[in-house]
């Protein structure tokens, strides 16, 4: 039986999970992947829940429960942040040479939520311009208002 494009959606983006929840030590209670993509610029970044925490993938360490007297740490050095930003970048790009083989339209934005325990994925999607109409925002920018929609609705 031959591969369907849905088929090659989910395993693209089960490999962004894979990736972020191994930079995590698989840690994460939510996994929070941003994706988007505006003619010929393509970003990636993630941010997750830890200990009811909502945190960046730099600031993983001040989620971390060390009360056990073992202390635990991630890794999140320069290095292996871009390793994991390179991934998913790389995986966008597929999933976009995926729409184009299967004539598909390329979401703008893909937002991702795992729920870890759950082991359940839930995808947003859109196909509208979100930030190139706009002399002022960045991708950036949206990830940013995500996290911050995401923390508050968090408290």
Known sequence: ??????????????DMVAIC?????????DIYIYCSYEPEMYAFDVFYRINGQI?????LNEAIDNTNHKPIFCDTSENRQEAVLDIGLKNLEEIHKKCKEYGRDMPTEIKLHYNVK???LKANYKYDLVYSNDDELLPDDIFDNWFEEVKENNE
């Not at 929840?21 to 209670?29: D, H, I, S």
């Open 118 to 120: 759950q082991n359940s």
């Open 1 to 14: 039986m031959s591969k369907i494009f849905e088929d090659y959606l989910s395993e693209l983006q089960a």
């Open 55 to 59: 945190v960046l993938k730099n600031n």
């Open 21 to 29: 929840l191994e930079y995590v030590e698989n840690m994460a209670e």
